[in-house]
């Protein structure tokens, strides 16, 4: 049954209150923090609102040491894969929406595995797969039909390991069908919390309808799926309500289904065609949003949040220290665009120097991605970038594929057992692509890294068994190893 478990007055009080909250009380809400004791609401929302320079020290370095402490350096890498952009919704900020006129697309099985081959030369393993919303042309069984030629698909490194979806809130039975595909983690965002301002932006289509949007995760809770990721669109609405909203949604699903969110994303509004930038009020800026991440790293510490390449170069190093724990790399947001991309880029060695600049222009002018990126180095190059900030890059897929999903995996990570499991995978994944993808300079480099690493393995046989396996995997003699 559909439940509105968002109270507006009970949200705009808590940050009405919140701006009254003294320095004994921040400073005490900080204390809590730091012994990983849960925060109240108001604990919370007077982080949220609190401008003091100092407090916003002190708040961004708990985060920092929260984000070592729990996840040591590891950054998991993933990138989007957009199957089809036709929609019958009309959401404002979204170049997707139905009275956006364009060429609208789907792609071919043909043309899925085209692009599979190309995120897989970049060295992916993990993919979030996103479309637009629409039963005729982008039914769930054409979903389904993507996630099993996915899957089915063998390379000489392997294969997709993984697959997130993030389409359409849909029915029990649609959750069902997905959950038997094999999914990774389900993901949907809210957009707003903040039911007048998501009225305002989503004007037409099933989508506006905030409460069936709001109970999608439990009906995929009840579907089986227990991995689910949350966000919220920042931009939309009032931003410390939103991430209070997100708190109120994770304690909704704790209670009720043992589980809250797998992950969290924080996607920030980005220009795109077919709508104006400028027409959103509440469009949040750097600082305040390095602040939002960082609350949300103290609120939730065993919660993994992601990060997209909706973000600059220089934003996502920031926010990466404060606690996003999962990048996007190499990523497009066009329908079919990571063939495109290679098109053009085969196009403009052949043919007189042409500038990046002009190749992206193209490219959108052309093409009609879901919203303009603002991080479009290599894969490549910003896993370089990661190892050389002191930072495992890491494809590691094993926790879905050993079934440790829903409470299974929160309680191996509140148990802090998370450096014996996931820091040898981050590693062994690690050395996997450096063999597959790494020329010899990123080979040395790596081994530094895992050379260095593997010593903070604290369980003597997990540590040597991963000396064995990295061994195998540099040698040939096997791959895929995880604890
Ligand atoms: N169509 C489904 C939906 O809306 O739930 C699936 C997700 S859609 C492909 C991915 C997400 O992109 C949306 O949930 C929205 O938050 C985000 N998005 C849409 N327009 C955006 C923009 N202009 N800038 C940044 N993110 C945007
Ligand atoms: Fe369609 Fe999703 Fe874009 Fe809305 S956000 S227009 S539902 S693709």
Known sequence: MNENFIHREYIEGLLEDAKKADDAFISRSLDK????????????????????????????????????????????????????????????????????????????????????????????????????????????????????????MKFENGEIRRVNVNIAATTTEDYRKLKKAGIGTYILFQETYREPS??????????????????????????????????????????????????????????????????????????????DIADFPNLVEDETFAKIVAVIRIAVPFTGMILSTRENHEMRKKLL?????????????????????AALQIQSTLSPPTEDIHIKHERNETLNPQFLVNDDRSALSIICELMDDGYIPSFCTACYRGGRTGDRFMSLAKSGQIGNV?????????????????????????????????LRITNDDIRQKTIENIESIRCGAGRDFFV
């Open 321 to 341: 220290r404060l606690g996003i724990s999962q990048i996007s790399a190499g990523s497009s947001t066009v329908v079919g665009g990571y063939a495109q991309t």
């Open 33 to 152: 923090a730091e012994r990983f004791d849960s925060l109240t609401h108001r604990e919370i929302a007077a982080l949220l609102v609190n401008d003091n320079p100092e407090h916003l020290k002190r708040i961004f370095s708990v985060a920092g040491e929260i984000k070592r402490r729990i996840y040591g350096s590891r950054i998991v890498m993933f990138a989007p894969l957009y199957v089809s952009d036709y929609c019958v919704n009309r959401c404002a900020y979204c170049s997707f929406n139905c009275g956006h006129d364009f060429n609208r697309r789907k792609l071919t099985m043909d043309e899925l595995r085209e692009e599979v081959k190309i995120l897989e030369r970049m060295g992916h393993k993990r993919l979030a797969l996103e479309a637009g919303e629409h039963q005729g042309e982008c039914p769930m069984d054409y979903i389904l039909d993507c996630i099993k030629t996915i899957y089915a």
């Open 198 to 275: 998501y009225d305002h932006v989503h004007l037409a289509g099933p989508k506006k309808d905030f409460v069936w949007h709001l109970n999608a995760f439990d009906r995929a809770q009840e579907a089986g799926i227990d991995d689910v990721g949350g966000g919220v669109l920042f931009g939309l609405a009032d931003p410390y309500f939103d991430v209070l909203g997100l708190m109120i949604h994770n304690e909704h699903l704790e209670k009720k289904y043992g589980v809250g969110f797998h992950t969290i994303s924080v996607p920030r509004l980005c220009p795109a065609t077919g709508m």
């Open 422 to 454: 996931c820091h040898p995978n981050a590693l062994m994944t690690l050395a996997e692509y450096s063999m597959d993808y790494g020329d010899d300079s990123f080979r040395k480099k790596s081994a530094a890294i895992i050379e260095k690493e593997i």
